[in-house]
């Protein structure tokens, strides 16, 4: 699937097994710095590194705390100290957090080098992998400081999803529900017929984002739709220690900004892929962090509902409003 952003367009490849073919579809001879995670299996980091004439490999600890401006300034030392020009590149191989900070690091080093992203988790393979945001926290603000820096090539290999838990699967689901929702039925009704085919899925959820970065390269107005439920679902894990992952709030933040018809639907998808639904959560402190968001402005947020599956329109919600959704 090609992604036209101009002089900034790549392609995606999506395809079972194109990652034991990443020596044909990319350009590893040079030097390549590639970055993993504790968590990914290292075979894949291996496999890559054989593939390529002077790798070298970074295994981050795993989680969000590594998106963190330590690791980058030691991916930067990395680079530096092995000699690493313009013409070398990085090679994300995990999931979200390696691609938002192997980008990032990628778009600083040097002003801007060569950056290949092999998403290994499903969450970034139907999402992160494509799109260009790049990332680190600071001062526990998620994604506070990073770039709009598109990759070169994009490598999805569902083969690399079979070592991911279940809960990491479904964690996924939420967001492909997500896009099916707000922008395409028939992704939608794979989930709430439980007939899900997963290269369909990858495709149908990188041709919705890939629209909406087409026409909205850097976040104004477009993005917004890929928000929906996110807002609650912020506030769940926000309040909730811990307890969920990312996808499961979504999952959960989704079901108060639609009709009752979709909740129904929404309510079945959810199920099929062992998402919970709920969280008995104190309402007012869901909206005390709402109104924090660093999207609310002059006391109101705007909000993506969903009437019918496969459309969405923005609302502009007031405090008062969203309690009552909340209700
Ligand atoms: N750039 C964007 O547009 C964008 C969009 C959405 C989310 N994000 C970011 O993505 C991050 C979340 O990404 P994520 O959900 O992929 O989480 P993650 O990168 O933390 O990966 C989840 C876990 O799965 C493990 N893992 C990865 N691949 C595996 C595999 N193939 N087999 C077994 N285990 C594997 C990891 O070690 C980790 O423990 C967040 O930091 C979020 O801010 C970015």
Excluded: W
Aim: charged letters at 30%.
């Amino acid at each position: 699937m090609y992604i036209d952003l101009k002089e900034n367009g790549y392609e995606a490849v999506i395809e079972k097994g194109c990652f034991e073919k990443a020596d044909t579809l990319l350009n590893l001879k040079r030097k390549v710095l590639i970055v993993t995670d504790d968590g990914v299996p290292v075979k894949y980091s291996k496999t890559l590194a054989n593939k390529c004439d002077n790798a070298t490999v970074v295994t981050i600890p795993q989680g969000e705390k590594s998106k963190s401006f330590e690791s980058l300034q030691m991916l930067c030392s990395i680079m530096l100290s092995k000699g690493f020009d313009r013409h070398d590149c990085v090679v994300a191989v995990g999931g979200g957090v390696c691609g938002d900070l192997a980008g990032f690091c990628a778009s600083v080093y040097m002003r801007g080098i060569d950056f290949y992203n092999i998403p290994t988790t499903l969450l970034s393979q139907i999402d992160s992998s494509v799109g260009g945001k790049t990332a680190v926290n600071l001062d526990s603000v998620k994604n506070i400081v990073g770039t709009f820096y598109q990759p070169k090539k994009v490598l999805i290999d569902p083969y690399l999803l079979e070592t991911l838990d279940k809960r990491q699967m479904s964690n996924g689901y939420a967001e492909a529900i997500k896009m099916g929702l707000t922008s395409d039925e028939k992704l939608f009704n794979m989930f709430y017929e439980n007939r899900i085919d997963i290269i369909e899925v990858i495709t149908r959820c990188l041709d919705v984002k890939r629209k909406i970065v087409e026409q909205d390269e850097k976040e104004s107005n477009l993005r917004k739709v890929l928000n929906f439920g996110h807002t609650v679902g912020h506030g769940i894990e926000a309040i909730s220690n811990g307890a969920f992952y990312h996808g499961e709030c979504v999952g959960m933040g989704m079901r108060y900004v639609c009709s009752d018809d979709v909740r129904n639907k929404l309510d079945k998808a959810l199920t099929n892929v062992n998402l919970p639904l709920k969280y008995d959560f104190d309402k007012e402190e869901i909206i005390k962090t709402i109104m924090h968001d660093k999207k609310a402005s002059k006391g109101s947020i705007d909000m993506v509902f969903v009437n019918k599956a496969g459309s969405f329109e923005i609302k502009k919600m007031t405090k008062e409003e969203i309690r009552d959704i909340l209700n």
